[in-house]
């Protein structure tokens, strides 16, 4: 029997990571305190995970300023789109052939 979770990509263990990404694969973009809030973490948290996921390319950080404050935005990469779409194909077979 093949071990089920050994396609899954460990980047995404955290539940953080997995809310970071499933948010910008259905988003084009979202800001930093939008996206904190909709995940329910800390400023230091959600930067850690941001910085690591950006780190290998998964994710793109874009800063620029509305008014006179600053504005820093997310966008998913065409390898981080990628790379967690094969985890979730992954976690469907785990889940179908664990049944």
């Not at 329910?40 to 850690?48: E, F, I, K, M, Y």
């Not at 910085?51 to 981080?80: C, D, M, Q, R």
């Not at 789109?81 to 469907?92: N, S």
């Amino acid at each position: 029997m093949n071990n089920p979770i050994e396609n899954l990509n460990k980047t995404f263990d955290s539940r953080v990571r997995l809310g970071i990404m499933s948010t910008l694969m259905v988003n084009d973009q979202i800001n930093f305190n939008d996206l904190k809030q909709l995940i329910g973490v800390t400023d230091g948290n959600l930067a850690s995970h941001i910085k690591a996921l950006e780190e290998i390319g998964y994710l793109k950080v874009n800063k620029g300023f509305v008014g006179k404050k600053t504005n820093t935005t997310y966008t998913i990469t065409k390898s981080g789109e990628r790379t967690f779409q094969q985890h979730l194909t992954a976690l469907e077979r785990m889940i179908k052939t664990t049944k």
